[in-house]
């Protein structure tokens, strides 16, 4: 029932700051257990987990991307938003977002369709 829907520019340039929108319908962000997460995948990789926001508005993220990432919720709008800072070419990928639950570790019910985005000048 519920669905996800990506949105954002397709096209980042070096240095700059990625930002991606999640619009959640037939569900509510705020509804307890869930969590909200951001995942990609670059071209010919696996996926990536990037970080999460929860039905709370607690956020957990990567160690290994956690310095340039930022994630945020807007409620009244059912959304929530990524922020990855200061991208080079290794960020260019496919991003989803998803609905997961803490419980039940990095596995997710729900997924957006995906959105790419590429890192150039």
């Known amino acids: 029932q519920v669905q996800l829907q990506e949105s954002g520019p397709g096209l980042v340039k070096p240095s700059q700051t990625l930002s991606l929108t999640c619009t959640v319908s037939?569900?509510?962000?705020?509804?307890?257990?869930?969590?909200w997460s951001w995942i990609r995948q670059p071209p010919g990789k696996g996926l990536e987990w990037i970080g999460y926001?929860?039905?709370?508005?607690?956020?957990f993220y990567s160690a290994s991307l956690k310095s340039r990432t930022t994630m945020f919720r807007d409620t009244s709008k059912n959304q929530f938003t990524l922020q990855l800072s200061s991208v080079t070419s290794e960020d260019t990928a496919k991003y989803y977002c998803a609905r997961g639950m803490a419980a039940a570790g990095k596995t997710f019910d729900s997924w957006g369709q995906g959105t790419q985005v590429t890192v150039s000048s």
């Open positions: 926001i929860s039905y709370s508005g607690d956020t």
């Open positions: 037939g569900g509510s962000i705020t509804t307890s257990y869930y969590t």
